[in-house]
Nanobody, 114 residues
Framework: VQLQASGGGLVQAGGSLRLSCTVS????????MAWYRQAPGNERELVAT???????QYVGSVKGRFTISRNNAKNTVYLQMNSLKPEDTGVYFC?????????WGQGTQVTVSS
């Protein structure tokens, strides 16, 4: 399975970005998908999850600002990021949630300037 994340960029604090992750396999066959991020010098961390039927959960630092969603027909997972903060800077990846992971791919860089 290949994961292609896109949509990152440079944005000022308070701005918005919408990330997309295209999956090379029928998304409906994958249970829970997630977005992760890795800031420079830090370990990769979980940001948000979405089940096959659209139930979502978020890490506390992004709750109320980020929205994860999925379109099973398009094999794509999204992350709408609003009110961005400099601490949201990092490389964002999507993958399935749980102990089994697909190859991570390149991710997409998000840089938030203050």
């Amino acid at each position: 399975v290949q994961l292609q994340a896109s949509g990152g960029g440079l944005v000022q604090a308070g701005g918005s970005l919408r990330l997309s992750c295209t999956v090379s396999r029928r998304l409906i066959t994958i249970g829970v998908m997630a977005w992760y991020r890795q800031a420079p010098g830090n370990e990769r961390e979980l940001v948000a999850t979405v089940t096959a039927v659209g139930n979502t959960q978020y890490v506390g630092s992004v709750k109320g600002r980020f929205t994860i969603s999925r379109n099973n027909a398009k094999n794509t997972v999204y992350l709408q990021m609003n009110s961005l903060k400099p601490e949201d800077t990092g490389v964002y990846f999507c993958n399935q949630f749980g102990p089994r992971k697909f190859d991570w791919g390149q991710g997409t860089q998000v840089t938030v300037s203050s």
